[in-house]
């Protein structure tokens, strides 16, 4: 049966599990960066694929402007351009170019409008043009536009909104040459909040028609004629079926775009070189051409996830060689729902996990994990333009890990805490017990004893303060040195009453004996730690070290072993000051008790002999704090 704080740790692994799979669903605008983010890094880590051959762009870019002249050039010599490429076997000739106003040369001679519209009617060129989104003007629209026929197919009784953004107005070319090409279709492409641009529309609706972009009329034109339709799959996703072939969009029939690498990846050449130069053999035969232009002050740049100058015409470019090769990124029918699924999966698996194999291998599992959702994510991409978004899943899984960790964290420092205090009642009850032998032999031994552990407690604190000591003396040795302090006696256990118990002073002999008790304190507390099987215990080295040392001096003339300044451990030392303090200030048999000036005096006579110095000048500070300890404990 699992135990309460497994069950604890579980549930706080299962919990940031849940939310997340709710914001899976829900997608709040929050989390917008981060789901662009994911996908750049996804795209990034696919690849790219290289352009079918089938697409390649004319270039109006500074050579053309040094060899030709500044932009805009004469409509006529637009015209020659287009009839150039038509001669060199372009199939369909696309221009990501607008002619809203005159020719300025229209009226000195033959009109440069009326020549380009005449190049038009020959047919093969699809007439670019922008939808605007503005709040309608009431002005009549006078644009002439080449809706695409298209059948819409919804699921059953859905009457949902319709699966294209409603445009306003229009920006266009001029009406003798709208009217004069045989195709035309929409600029339009907007980035993403975060300015880089990630899907164009394909379709877009205007006066209730519906029309195409650029790149998809283009494809369309490069065809034989063939039945167009878009189906309604759901609030998120739509299909375009362009005879046999199905193009993956999203709700509003946007196409992610798959770029085929950075700027200048499709085949360029410069509108100057095909107007005066011979380009290659072959290099627009049958091939969809855009003509746009590039040239600094006239280009239209956009960041996307490959590169931040990606110029307008390469985009357009970019939306066909996707529809000419079938080769799309898509979004899967139910992608939200398998994301949220796998959120639950692997958040729930990953607390069973946690909860059977602990943080260590857990942590091991949760990365093994994240590398998986990742390269399952890219390969997906890589392989068959399928994008499942690793953020999700990834956010379950860390949120889970570490709301399992810190639940864990807290609930052993609890565990811990309270270890810590059993162990201290325990270690309270030890000298507790210990004491109350050494009360039943001698009473006034028990008193002197409990006295020391407050003199112990304030003299450490205070020798804390001394570099030299500090880093031995802890708040945690402190309290334990303390705790431990009235064991110092422990082995008068050992010792006969009559000893103990004699109203005058000890002769040789007795004294003596008497001096044995150190050692026979130690030995009670090493006999204890063998049975009890404990090795390298700091409670019980501390204790030995208490019990066995505070009768040595500082010169080497005390007992029993006759140790030497910094030979004699630090507990030793605090002790041995402690208890000669307690000794002559408390009344004995054969004394009366000294004054604590006297005691003070009688301590500073032996700094340097009996007292570590910097124990001394310790207790000269706080000397004062240990007589109102003295006299309390008496007047109770």
């Known amino acids: 049966m699992m135990s309460a704080p497994r069950r604890v740790v579980l549930r706080c692994g299962v919990l940031p599990t849940l939310v997340v799979a709710v914001l899976s669903l829900y997608r709040p605008q929050l989390l917008t960066s981060l789901e662009y983010s994911t996908y750049d890094r996804v795209l990034r880590g696919a690849g790219t694929r290289p352009p079918g051959g089938r697409v390649a762009i004319v270039d109006v870019d500074e050579r053309s402007l040094a060899a030709i002249g500044q932009w805009p050039w004469r409509r006529d010599l637009v015209g020659r351009l287009i009839a150039r490429l038509r001669d060199l076997g372009a199939s369909t000739i696309a221009l990501d170019l607008m002619f809203a106003e005159p020719d300025r040369s229209a009226g000195a001679g033959a009109n440069p409008d009326e020549a380009l519209a005449r190049t038009l009617q020959q047919g093969g060129v699809v007439l670019g043009y922008g939808l605007t989104f503005d709040p309608p003007s009431g002005q009549p629209n006078a644009c002439v536009h080449h809706p695409v026929g298209l059948a819409i197919v919804r699921r059953g009784d859905d009457q949902g909104e319709d699966?294209?953004?409603?445009?306003?107005?229009?920006?266009?070319?001029?009406?003798?040459?709208?009217?004069?090409?045989?195709?035309?279709?929409?600029?339009?492409?907007?980035?993403?909040?975060?300015?880089?641009?990630?899907?164009?529309?394909?379709?877009?609706?205007?006066?209730?028609?519906?029309?195409?972009?650029?790149?998809?009329?283009?494809?369309?034109?490069?065809?034989?004629?063939?039945?167009?339709?878009?189906?309604?799959?759901?609030?998120?996703?739509?299909?375009?079926?362009?005879?046999?072939?199905?193009?993956?969009?999203?709700?509003?029939?946007?196409?992610?775009?798959?770029?085929?690498?950075?700027?200048?990846?499709?085949?360029?050449?410069?509108?100057?070189?095909?107007?005066?130069?011979?380009?290659?053999?072959g290099l627009f035969k049958d091939k969809i051409v855009f003509v746009g232009t590039t040239a600094l002050g006239t280009r239209d740049v956009v960041a996307t996830p490959i590169d931040t100058q990606f110029g307008g015409v390469e985009v357009q470019a970019t939306v066909a060689d996707n529809l000419l090769q079938d080769d799309f990124i898509r979004r899967p029918e139910h992608a939200s729902a398998l994301e949220t699924l796998l959120v639950l999966g692997l958040g729930v698996a990953a607390a069973v996990f946690v909860g059977r194999f602990g943080f260590?291998?857990?942590?091991?599992?949760?990365?093994?994990?994240?590398?998986?959702?990742?390269?399952?994510?890219?390969?997906?991409?890589?392989?068959?333009?399928?994008?499942?978004?690793?953020?999700?899943?990834?956010?379950?899984?860390?949120?889970?890990?570490?709301?399992?960790?810190?639940?864990?964290?807290?609930?052993?420092?609890?565990?811990?805490?309270?270890?810590?205090?059993?162990?201290?009642?325990?270690?309270?009850?030890?000298?507790?017990?210990?004491?109350?032998?050494?009360?039943?032999?001698?009473?006034?031994?028990?008193?002197?004893?409990?006295?020391?552990?407050?003199?112990?407690?304030?003299?450490?604190?205070?020798?804390?303060?001394?570099?030299?000591?500090?880093?031995?003396?802890?708040?945690?040795?402190?309290?334990?040195?303390?705790?431990?302090?009235?064991?110092?006696?422990?082995?008068?256990?050992?010792?006969?009453?009559?000893?103990?118990?004699?109203?005058?002073?000890?002769?040789?002999?007795?004294?003596?004996?008497?001096?044995?008790?150190?050692?026979?304190?130690?030995?009670?507390?090493?006999?204890?730690?063998?049975?009890?099987?404990a090795q390298d215990d700091t409670i019980l080295q501390m204790a030995k070290e208490i019990v066995y040392t505070h009768h040595e001096k500082w010169d080497g003339t005390g007992y029993p072993q006759g140790l030497r300044g910094a030979d004699i451990p630090i507990p030793g030392r605090l002790m041995a000051l402690v208890d000669v303090y307690d000794a002559i200030t408390s009344r004995r048999l054969y004394r009366e008790?000294?004054?604590?000036?006297?005691?003070?005096?009688?301590?500073?006579?032996?700094?340097?002999?009996?007292?570590?110095?910097?124990?001394?000048?310790?207790?000269?500070?706080?000397?004062?704090?240990l007589k109102e300890v003295s006299v309390a404990a008496r007047v109770h």
Not at 205 to 233: G, H, K, N, Q, T
Not at 440 to 454: I, N
Not at 597 to 624: K, N, Y
């Open 163 to 281: 699966p294209f953004f409603e445009a306003t107005g229009a920006a266009c070319s001029l009406p003798v040459l709208a009217q004069a090409a045989q195709a035309s279709g929409f600029l339009n492409a907007a980035p993403d909040p975060d300015g880089r641009l990630r899907r164009v529309p394909l379709l877009l609706a205007f006066e209730d028609r519906v029309y195409p972009a650029l790149a998809l009329a283009a494809v369309v034109a490069s065809r034989p004629p063939e039945p167009i339709s878009l189906r309604v799959i759901n609030v998120n996703a739509t299909s375009l079926q362009l005879g046999d072939h199905v193009v993956p969009l999203d709700g509003k029939s946007n196409l992610l775009l798959r770029y085929r690498g950075p700027r200048r990846t499709f085949p360029s050449v410069s509108a100057a070189e095909v107007l005066g130069g011979q380009p290659a053999a």
């Open 360 to 533: 260590s291998w857990g942590a091991v599992g949760v990365m093994a994990a994240l590398a998986t959702i990742w390269a399952g994510a890219i390969g997906l991409v890589s392989s068959g333009g399928a994008f499942l978004s690793p953020l999700f899943p990834t956010l379950g899984l860390l949120s889970s890990f570490v709301a399992m960790a810190i639940a864990g964290y807290v609930l052993e420092h609890r565990r811990a805490d309270k270890a810590g205090k059993e162990r201290a009642v325990s270690q309270k009850l030890m000298v507790q017990a210990l004491l109350s032998l050494t009360e039943v032999r001698d009473a006034e031994t028990g008193s002197h004893s409990r006295r020391t552990q407050e003199y112990a407690r304030i003299l450490a604190s205070e020798l804390a303060r001394n570099p030299a000591y500090s880093t031995y003396l802890t708040p945690e040795r402190i309290d334990l040195l303390a705790n431990l302090a009235p064991l110092h006696d422990i082995g008068k256990v050992g010792v006969p009453d009559r000893l103990l118990n004699k109203p005058g002073a000890l002769t040789p002999d007795e004294l003596q004996e008497m001096r044995k008790h150190p050692a026979h304190g130690r030995d009670v507390i090493a006999h204890a730690e063998r049975d009890a099987g």
């Open 593 to 625: 008790p000294m004054s604590h000036d006297q005691a003070v005096a009688f301590i500073v006579s032996g700094r340097g002999t009996h007292f570590d110095p910097s124990v001394v000048d310790a207790f000269l500070l706080v000397s004062v704090h």
